[in-house]
């Protein structure tokens, strides 16, 4: 039965005290690792799998542990994660041998998006599994998430970004990023999928 270690990191000076050095955390078989600023208005965070196997991320809502979005980081990789106000950042080990990731905190992810903007137009939507299976997504560049069941996932992309799902080992293109697509808008997986498999 897996364990849950929890990581908080309360004191505000400590968090902004590391500046951009690496934290390593090594993860012990069949563990679950929880990361938590509580003091802090959401974090980024940067992280790379320095471990021989995949590890499974995800960030959750702290008052509900419900699940927010989650992704299978490969072996000697890296991705930055936007930690939202009110979530925290879940680490999986599902194997039999350690692993280890390091990280370190960025800055504000206020700051960072507001930048981004001023440079290229983004589009802030959701993405929705309607269905009772996992879809796995394939984001270039960002993530690969893997969207639970009857759940619902809050991405920022630019303009021009392009989306595929993962079917039986091939990468279907099912939606690309333009300004027409409203702030906020929830988007269907479900029919982007059946869309792209029908094109004639």
Same mark, same amino acid.
């Given at each position: 039965?897996?364990? *849950?270690? !929890? =990581?908080? $990191?309360?004191?505000?000076?400590?968090?902004?005290?590391? %500046?951009?050095?690496?934290?390593?955390? #090594?993860?012990?078989?069949?563990?679950?690792?929880?990361?938590?600023?509580?003091?802090?208005?959401?974090?980024?965070?940067?992280?790379?799998?320095?471990?021989?196997?995949?590890?499974?991320?995800?960030?959750?809502?702290?008052?509900?542990?419900?699940?927010?979005?989650?992704?299978?980081?490969?072996?000697?990789?890296?991705?930055?994660?936007?930690?939202?106000?009110?979530?925290?950042?879940?680490?999986?080990?599902?194997?039999?041998? *350690?692993? !280890? =990731?390091? $990280?370190?905190?960025?800055?504000?992810?206020?700051?960072? %998006?507001?930048?981004?903007?001023?440079? #290229?137009?983004?589009?802030?939507?959701?993405?929705?599994?309607?269905?009772?299976?996992?879809?796995?997504?394939?984001?270039?560049?960002?993530?690969?998430?893997?969207?639970?069941?009857?759940?619902?996932?809050?991405?920022?992309?630019?303009?021009?970004?392009?989306?595929?799902?993962?079917?039986?080992?091939?990468?279907?293109?099912?939606?690309?990023?333009?300004?027409?697509?409203?702030?906020?808008?929830?988007?269907?997986?479900?029919?982007?999928?059946?869309?792209?498999?029908?094109?004639?």
């Amino acid at each position: 039965m897996k364990k *849950t270690s !929890i =990581l908080l $990191f309360l004191i505000f000076s400590f968090v902004y005290g590391q %500046k951009n050095e690496r934290s390593k955390l #090594i993860i012990p078989p069949k563990q679950i690792i929880r990361i938590d600023y509580p003091s802090l208005n959401g974090f980024n965070i940067k992280m790379w799998n320095k471990s021989k196997l995949d590890i499974n991320i995800s960030s959750r809502f702290r008052k509900t542990d419900s699940l927010y979005l989650t992704l299978s980081l490969e072996r000697n990789s890296l991705a930055i994660l936007d930690i939202k106000h009110g979530m925290y950042l879940e680490i999986e080990n599902k194997y039999l041998s *350690t692993l !280890i =990731l390091e $990280f370190t905190l960025l800055k504000s992810p206020s700051s960072v %998006k507001k930048t981004k903007q001023e440079i #290229i137009p983004q589009r802030s939507f959701y993405l929705e599994n309607n269905t009772s299976q996992i879809i796995p997504l394939k984001i270039p560049g960002v993530m690969s998430p893997k969207l639970e069941p009857f759940s619902r996932s809050g991405v920022d992309l630019l303009n021009g970004q392009e989306v595929y799902v993962d079917l039986n080992g091939e990468d279907v293109l099912i939606l690309t990023v333009t300004k027409d697509i409203p702030h906020g808008a929830r988007i269907d997986l479900a029919y982007l999928i059946n869309k792209a498999i029908n094109r004639d």
